[in-house]
């Protein structure tokens, strides 16, 4: 989720912040981004988050995709798609549906 790499790599006492940027606003939003039940809100609080990112942190921004997979028993030929949709869905090509 967006929290887990943000808190993970971005907040100034995290283990695997390997820029060792520190800001305490991003920080406080974080929390505060938790807290919030506003959807659309906490959506913005993350947005923002990534912006000072681009501005100050001298690392890459993360990308989230919001996508779900789903499962049959009568689905075959289909095995794990760690990139998703950055595969092209290609991977319809050998799945058939079992009677």
Do not use: C
Not at 32 to 54: G, L, P, W
């Amino acid at each position: 989720s967006a929290d887990t790499i943000l808190t993970q790599f971005f907040k100034s006492d995290a283990p695997w912040n390997e820029s060792r940027w520190k800001n305490p606003k991003f920080d406080q939003l974080l929390l505060a981004a938790r807290a919030e039940t506003d959807t659309a809100k906490r959506a913005q609080m993350y947005a923002d988050m990534q912006s000072m990112i681009h501005a100050d942190a001298g690392i890459g921004i993360p990308l989230f995709l919001a996508s779900l997979d789903g499962h049959s028993s009568k689905l075959k030929g289909l095995s794990p798609i760690p990139l998703g949709g950055l595969m092209g869905y290609s991977f319809a090509e050998h799945v058939w549906l079992d009677a």
